[in-house]
């Protein structure tokens, strides 16, 4: 049978029932007992399975049948659900999404299974069995997920050397920690070490035999890093090689879930599942449209968009020209095509937004490992999930989302006897929270941890050149919490292997500016951080309201607005020296945008001595915006302004008007502080 027709669907569907198998996994951890979860995590194998032999992906119907009999075991109270069982499923279903991330890739899906086969075979025949390797790598390869190739491929495109480097020691070496130590002291002078193996908490407890690798970016040679690595005495062997970050992708799949493929889908519902829930018309990899789905593939979407963009122009210039002649068909015509574009409008962008969801499901297994792993207790909530982003955006948020959080787990939140000390409770709050806001979408990473230390922030800053003594002591708290986002900051007092080693929150930074972003930290020290992510919604075309600015034209997002007023001049009130005015009995500042944008002021005087007010909010914040004139609502084509002017104070694009005019969008985000 002809496969690759099917390939598309396949990666989709199996996909979804991986996510299931995750979510449902995660949910029988808390609740052992419940036997429906059970269920919903066996269909959801069971078809996976079907899809794998079908498609002869022999490795992945095999280990998902071993998966499928340990389920049918505990659903039928064989086997108890227990700590060690769940480590086990999970990597069985780490190794599945390897797998179908290698199919995706191009891969032909093939892995070496047999050592989780076995521990399958071992719980389903009731035998009890430990992770004898539970302190060892699981695979002599180091491994890499998204997030650290990113940084390499960086590296490498800076022109820095990146190696692979395999650290021997004596045999008869008594303090290995130590010697680990000096080496890595010597290799963090010469650049930065991005991953080890074993990971650094093995190697300080000396759980290793004698060899140990690492992967370093450098500006340093060959020669001069075995040179130096030799002088840190009973080191026996060391062996350095360039490593080939695309050599490495073509090996093996990243760990973390790739990114969804370039298709609209929905949130399952496992709980409702019935057997029959094979037919593949019922994945929720589809666009739902009564009873029926079509897939649709991204880049068609993408051509759509820019048809209809043009015509959204076409239309604008239609609408005036109707207004100017004095035919009444022709006004009824244009009348009649705005409404059905409208109509056509909302269809075609609500093809192209998905729930933010599709990210944050990859998150919770990966707070638990990584809490396990570090010995933490952490309560990780997510809110928001349904919030709706264009597609393109969330392809691309993954990845800093993934080290910010490892960032709070790793370093924000104290370890659980730390947290007793400062009499907080021993278990971390970590929050993941999305929410519209005007024409942006909101990202929170919050955490109670230890928050930012700025005095320690200052001196490293001081101590990397990074600053001068001069700027330091002008900085606001707001400035010295961004220094952690420079180049290749990094305050932690030892080496981690989780979040990175001064080489991420950067590559957050630039990656999030990228899509037209921004990040803000706000942070109190022993009480907790919270990263805030301003995304935009890269919907091409929005609702405004026109206004007038002396002579110019410009637009305000109506998402963004609450409504529009004229005020009296003697309505106008000082307070700390700034203007403000009582709407509906709340006190909010009074801006006047020609001031922000430096508009030309005109010679004539206000003599009606009246002036016209937008109101908008951000959150629970509320702003008086002072313009000349309202001109009245329109949707337009959402433009960007270039690279050139990407840092332009309170805009956020522009677009062309009917008459060919351009008004410059007002980013009302950036007004309310």
């Given at each position: 049978m002809e496969t690759n027709q099917y390939l598309e669907v396949f990666i989709d569907e199996s996909q979804e029932n991986l996510q299931v198998m995750n979510d449902r996994l995660l949910a029988l951890e808390n609740n052992p007992n419940d036997l429906t979860i059970v269920n919903d995590i066996f269909r959801a194998a069971h078809t996976l399975k079907g899809m794998s032999a079908t498609m002869g992906f022999e490795d992945l119907a095999d280990l998902t049948h071993k998966l499928e009999n340990v389920f049918d075991a505990i659903r039928n109270e064989h086997v108890p659900v227990t700590s060690d069982v769940n480590d086990v499923l999970f990597d069985s279903i780490e190794a599945l999404e390897e797998i179908v991330a290698d199919v995706s890739n191009g891969g032909e899906g093939k892995k070496d299974v047999s050592a989780i086969v076995e521990k399958l075979k071992a719980i389903e025949s009731g035998e009890t069995f430990a992770e004898t390797d539970n302190h060892t790598p699981k695979n002599t390869n180091l491994k890499l997920d998204q997030f650290e190739q990113t940084v390499i491929e960086q590296a490498q495109t800076q022109g820095q050397n990146v190696y692979h480097i395999t650290v021997t020691l004596s045999e008869d070496c008594l303090l290995k920690a130590a010697r680990v130590y000096m080496v890595f002291e010597v290799l963090e002078k010469a650049g930065e070490v991005i991953k080890s193996l074993p990971p650094v908490e093995q190697l300080e407890e000396e759980d290793f035999e004698e060899s140990f690798q690492l992967l370093l970016v450098t500006e340093d040679s060959h020669d001069d890093l075995t040179s130096k690595i030799f002088k840190v005495s009973e080191v026996q062997d060391v062996h350095i090689e360039q490593f080939n970050i695309q050599a490495h992708q073509q090996e093996s799949a990243a760990k973390e879930e790739v990114t969804a493929s370039t298709e609209v889908k929905e949130k399952p519902q496992p709980s409702k599942e019935t057997e029959a829930s094979n037919d593949s018309s019922d994945q929720p990899s589809k666009k739902q449209v009564g009873n029926k789905t079509i897939r649709v593939n991204i880049d068609r979407l993408d051509a759509l968009m820019n048809l209809f963009e043009e015509l959204i122009i076409d239309r604008g210039r239609l609408e005036q020209l109707a207004q100017t002649l004095e035919h009444q068909d022709f006004r009824e015509t244009v009348e009649r095509m705005s409404r059905t574009s409208s109509d056509l409008q909302n269809v075609i962008l609500?093809?192209?937004?998905?729930?933010?969801?599709?990210?944050?499901?990859?998150?919770?297994?990966?707070?638990?490992?990584?809490?396990?792993?570090?010995?933490?207790?952490?309560?990780?909530?997510?809110?928001?999930?349904?919030?709706?982003?264009?597609?393109?955006?969330?392809?691309?948020?993954?990845?800093?989302?993934?080290?910010?959080?490892?960032?709070?787990?790793?370093?924000?939140?104290?370890?659980?006897?730390?947290?007793?000390?400062?009499?907080?409770?021993?278990?971390?709050?970590?929050?993941?929270?999305?929410?519209?806001?005007?024409?942006?979408?909101?990202?929170?990473?919050?955490?109670?941890?230890?928050?930012?230390?700025?005095?320690k922030v200052l001196q490293k800053a001081l101590e990397r050149q990074v600053i001068t003594q001069e700027q330091a002591q002008n900085l606001t708290n707001k400035q010295t919490n961004e220094l952690i986002m420079s180049s290749g900051f990094s305050t932690a007092d030892q080496i981690s292997d989780i979040s990175g080693r001064g080489v991420g929150l950067d590559v957050v930074k630039n990656t999030i500016e990228s899509l037209g972003g921004t990040i803000e930290i706000q942070s109190e020290y022993q009480k907790g951080t919270t990263f805030l992510i301003k995304l935009p919604l890269t919907l091409s075309i929005i609702s405004v309201m026109l206004v007038v600015l002396q002579d110019e034209t410009y637009a305000i997002p109506l998402s963004s607005i609450i409504e529009t007023t004229v005020i009296k001049d003697q309505d106008i009130y000082k307070a700390h020296g700034e203007k403000v005015i009582d709407f509906r009995g709340n006190i909010i500042p009074l801006i006047d945008l020609k001031d922000v944008l430096d508009v030309p002021q005109s010679d004539q005087t206000n003599e009606d001595q009246y002036s016209s007010v937008v109101i908008v909010r951000k959150g629970d914040q509320m702003a008086g915006l002072v313009v000349d004139s309202f001109i009245g609502q329109q949707e337009i084509v959402l433009k960007n302004l270039g690279n050139y002017l990407k840092q332009v104070f309170a805009l956020s694009g522009a677009t062309i008007l009917g008459d060919g005019d351009v008004a410059l969008i007002i980013d009302t985000n950036a007004l309310i502080k």
């Amino acid at each position: 049978m002809e496969t690759n027709q099917y390939l598309e669907v396949f990666i989709d569907e199996s996909q979804e029932n991986l996510q299931v198998m995750n979510d449902r996994l995660l949910a029988l951890e808390n609740n052992p007992n419940d036997l429906t979860i059970v269920n919903d995590i066996f269909r959801a194998a069971h078809t996976l399975k079907g899809m794998s032999a079908t498609m002869g992906f022999e490795d992945l119907a095999d280990l998902t049948h071993k998966l499928e009999n340990v389920f049918d075991a505990i659903r039928n109270e064989h086997v108890p659900v227990t700590s060690d069982v769940n480590d086990v499923l999970f990597d069985s279903i780490e190794a599945l999404e390897e797998i179908v991330a290698d199919v995706s890739n191009g891969g032909e899906g093939k892995k070496d299974v047999s050592a989780i086969v076995e521990k399958l075979k071992a719980i389903e025949s009731g035998e009890t069995f430990a992770e004898t390797d539970n302190h060892t790598p699981k695979n002599t390869n180091l491994k890499l997920d998204q997030f650290e190739q990113t940084v390499i491929e960086q590296a490498q495109t800076q022109g820095q050397n990146v190696y692979h480097i395999t650290v021997t020691l004596s045999e008869d070496c008594l303090l290995k920690a130590a010697r680990v130590y000096m080496v890595f002291e010597v290799l963090e002078k010469a650049g930065e070490v991005i991953k080890s193996l074993p990971p650094v908490e093995q190697l300080e407890e000396e759980d290793f035999e004698e060899s140990f690798q690492l992967l370093l970016v450098t500006e340093d040679s060959h020669d001069d890093l075995t040179s130096k690595i030799f002088k840190v005495s009973e080191v026996q062997d060391v062996h350095i090689e360039q490593f080939n970050i695309q050599a490495h992708q073509q090996e093996s799949a990243a760990k973390e879930e790739v990114t969804a493929s370039t298709e609209v889908k929905e949130k399952p519902q496992p709980s409702k599942e019935t057997e029959a829930s094979n037919d593949s018309s019922d994945q929720p990899s589809k666009k739902q449209v009564g009873n029926k789905t079509i897939r649709v593939n991204i880049d068609r979407l993408d051509a759509l968009m820019n048809l209809f963009e043009e015509l959204i122009i076409d239309r604008g210039r239609l609408e005036q020209l109707a207004q100017t002649l004095e035919h009444q068909d022709f006004r009824e015509t244009v009348e009649r095509m705005s409404r059905t574009s409208s109509d056509l409008q909302n269809v075609i962008l609500n093809m192209r937004m998905v729930p933010i969801e599709q990210v944050f499901n990859r998150f919770p297994r990966m707070v638990r490992s990584l809490a396990r792993d570090l010995g933490k207790d952490i309560d990780f909530q997510i809110e928001g999930a349904e919030t709706e982003l264009d597609r393109t955006v969330i392809d691309e948020i993954g990845d800093p989302l993934v080290h910010l959080i490892r960032n709070a787990v790793d370093h924000g939140i104290e370890m659980p006897e730390e947290r007793k000390q400062l009499q907080k409770p021993q278990t971390g709050q970590l929050l993941l929270k999305a929410y519209h806001s005007g024409n942006h979408v909101f990202v929170e990473i919050k955490d109670d941890g230890g928050g930012i230390n700025q005095e320690k922030v200052l001196q490293k800053a001081l101590e990397r050149q990074v600053i001068t003594q001069e700027q330091a002591q002008n900085l606001t708290n707001k400035q010295t919490n961004e220094l952690i986002m420079s180049s290749g900051f990094s305050t932690a007092d030892q080496i981690s292997d989780i979040s990175g080693r001064g080489v991420g929150l950067d590559v957050v930074k630039n990656t999030i500016e990228s899509l037209g972003g921004t990040i803000e930290i706000q942070s109190e020290y022993q009480k907790g951080t919270t990263f805030l992510i301003k995304l935009p919604l890269t919907l091409s075309i929005i609702s405004v309201m026109l206004v007038v600015l002396q002579d110019e034209t410009y637009a305000i997002p109506l998402s963004s607005i609450i409504e529009t007023t004229v005020i009296k001049d003697q309505d106008i009130y000082k307070a700390h020296g700034e203007k403000v005015i009582d709407f509906r009995g709340n006190i909010i500042p009074l801006i006047d945008l020609k001031d922000v944008l430096d508009v030309p002021q005109s010679d004539q005087t206000n003599e009606d001595q009246y002036s016209s007010v937008v109101i908008v909010r951000k959150g629970d914040q509320m702003a008086g915006l002072v313009v000349d004139s309202f001109i009245g609502q329109q949707e337009i084509v959402l433009k960007n302004l270039g690279n050139y002017l990407k840092q332009v104070f309170a805009l956020s694009g522009a677009t062309i008007l009917g008459d060919g005019d351009v008004a410059l969008i007002i980013d009302t985000n950036a007004l309310i502080k």
